[in-house]
């Protein structure tokens, strides 16, 4: 905690507190991690979603994929963490549901679920938002034993992919990301380096940039590191 103190033409003062920066130095604007944690059931339309189905997060401008979800049991109820830096606050997002290979849109009231990424700052922000799915936009069915998008591993690190058929193919990221050692670069690589930011004695593997403390700095790189491997898909 940071002490500025004001002082007033005939010797007032008022103490205000700022918070440092996690890192001990400034941040730009653009380079403050946030995060959007989304929640919610997803009721069947078309097909029903069931535990282990992947949601895609998609920017509705771009059509690229920003991060992902998973279904997490047969009530249809689902959670995504998306980490991002704060410059991409106002980013309109949609949503699939990818089972068996298949692709289907997410709907809210009949239309594309939306939401717009409102996170600002360390602390993650929380929406909730009830979808229902909607008709088929892309892919091909494969195992149908699988919900998982193209029969792979949800984690998305060395499985297969979208639109694959349930082909493997592998996925390059830099090792150092893969805080967990699960041989896969995910959320949960990103949240144990924020564990570490707020506890003094966090995991030593989460000091990406190697300069013995971790810091918000590990959180950004992380964050863009991941931002990238998504897209890289």
Do not use: C, W
């Not at 499985?159 to 959320?187: M, R, S």
Request: glycine residues 12%.
């Amino acid at each position: 905690m940071k002490r500025i103190l004001h002082y007033f033409s005939d010797g007032r003062f008022v103490i205000f507190l700022a918070l440092a920066a996690f890192s001990g130095t400034a941040l730009s604007a653009t380079e403050v991690p946030a995060t959007l944690i989304i929640s919610g059931t997803i009721s069947k339309g078309t097909v029903a979603a069931n535990k282990n189905d992947r949601i895609n997060v998609i920017n509705a401008k771009s059509g690229v994929e920003e991060g992902f979800g998973i279904v997490e049991d047969s009530s249809g109820f689902y959670t995504i963490t998306l980490s991002k830096t704060t410059d991409f606050k106002g980013t309109e997002l949609n949503f699939q549901l990818v089972k068996n290979g298949v692709i289907y849109a997410l709907l809210d009231s009949g239309k594309p679920a939306t939401v717009i990424f409102n996170a600002l700052g360390f602390f993650p922000a929380q929406l909730s938002l009830d979808m229902t799915v909607g008709s088929k936009i892309g892919g091909s069915p494969t195992n149908p034993g699988n919900g998982n998008a193209g029969g792979g591993t949800p984690a998305g690190g060395n499985g297969a992919l979208p639109g694959t058929g349930g082909a493997t193919v592998e996925l390059k990221f830099d090792k150092k990301f893969d805080i967990n050692g699960d041989n896969d670069f995910t959320q949960a690589d990103i949240d144990i380096i924020k564990n570490s930011v707020a506890h003094s004695k966090g995991s030593t593997a989460a000091d990406i940039n190697k300069d013995g403390r971790v810091t918000t700095l590990d959180i950004i790189l992380a964050i863009k590191a991941y931002t990238r491997f998504i897209k890289g898909r």
